[in-house]
């Protein structure tokens, strides 16, 4: 019988995320909602398929994207 090894999730961190989003010159907006917006015109694709393929089917990324953007806006440490 194979034993599947279960590696454990790689860390994310949402500050570095959003500032490799806005290095290949990206931007975000939190909507009302709690929707996020991105901006991508202009983004190199290859670049922008490796930013966003992080966050991609991953809804607990997504989430503490939100939320350090709340926090940013609320003038906190993110």
Do not use: H, N
Not at 31 to 53: E, I, N, P, W
Request: net charge negative.
């Amino acid at each position: 019988m194979s034993v599947t090894q279960l590696q454990p999730p790689a860390s994310f961190e949402p500050q570095l995320w959003l500032s490799a989003l806005t290095t290949i010159g990206g931007g975000y907006a939190l909507m009302s909602g709690r929707k996020l917006a991105f901006l991508v015109d202009g983004c190199d694709t290859d670049a922008l398929a490796g930013v966003m393929g992080q966050i991609i089917g991953q809804p607990e990324r997504q989430d503490a994207i939100k939320a350090t953007i709340e926090r940013r806006q609320c003038g906190e440490a993110a």
